[in-house]
């Protein structure tokens, strides 16, 4: 009776799995702050996103890690690049059957770790990240992703005016049904620490992303960034991280009409592994109770770590 009566449903079709691709090695590497998620070599995230499709995971999102990193994070628009490698392997592999979604960021891509190019020398305190040279960058980037088979490009940058940029450019070179999924009200978290040991990303200097993301004192302007967003052309809007912006996530689905994502980020996920590893916490009961409280809070979509566990738990 409690099942036929229960309000929030989690299914596979529900989530989008992150995957890390590198460049330049020639087996997956762990990653220590993600227990369970490597960086994955060409070949090996071939068979990862059959495995997932297999167990009804039919949606993932790319990350590159570059061998080589620049001012302007070039590797990420360049057709030779790592994702568009990735994105040209799967669709041979895999047709439409599976959904490609690509990160459109450069703080993977760029030797001084921000999500954007700067305006002066990095760690100069007097340097900013140049929105307007930045968001160039994003066009480029986008179309790259396009013509390699993305299906959804997802800009994560949060530079004013990027999805009106890249919608722009998606169309302009014929890619009128390539989506976009926004990270639209993406805070300025502590809890990205593991994804940037998972693309050995550090900002030279010391530097934060509190001029570009959001501060997590403030709710409101997360509707005027989804607004923002879909105005300028989103498909899909994202909040995140997740679970302590739940509040966030009900009010962005109150407010909008387009499918709203939420992404259980990297330190979500590493604190869960670390206190379950600990015997602290039972590692399934609370990973259920987490996944389903965000789609409980009005998330569609879900991005997660948790996946691959999800789907084999329910295979
Ligand atoms: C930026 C990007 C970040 C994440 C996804 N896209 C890191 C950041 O903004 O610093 C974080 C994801 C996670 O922590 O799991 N390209």
Redesign the pocket.
Known sequence: MRDLVAETSLDVRQLVA?LFVREGISEPQPIVS?PGVVQHTRASVREEVRALADLGVRSVIL?GVPAIKDGIGSQAFDPEGIVQHTLRDLTADLGDSVVLMA??????YTDHGH?GVLDGPAGDPNTSVDNDATLEVYARIAVAQADAGAQVV?P???MDGQVGAIRAALDGAGHQNVAILA?SA?Y??G??????D??D?AIVGGGN?KAY?QDWRNAREAIAEVQADIAQGADMVMV??ALPYLDIIAAVKAAVNVPVAA???????AMLKAASANGWIDHDAVALESLTAIRRAGADII?T?LARWFAELRA
């Open positions: 992150p993600l990350f990160d459109l960021c450069v703080d993977e999500c997802a994560s940058g949060m990270y993406k300025a978290s809890l990205y620490g593991p994804f940037r998972a693309v990303c992303r993301q995140k991280p992404y259980h980020v990297s330190g979500e996920y991005l770590y």
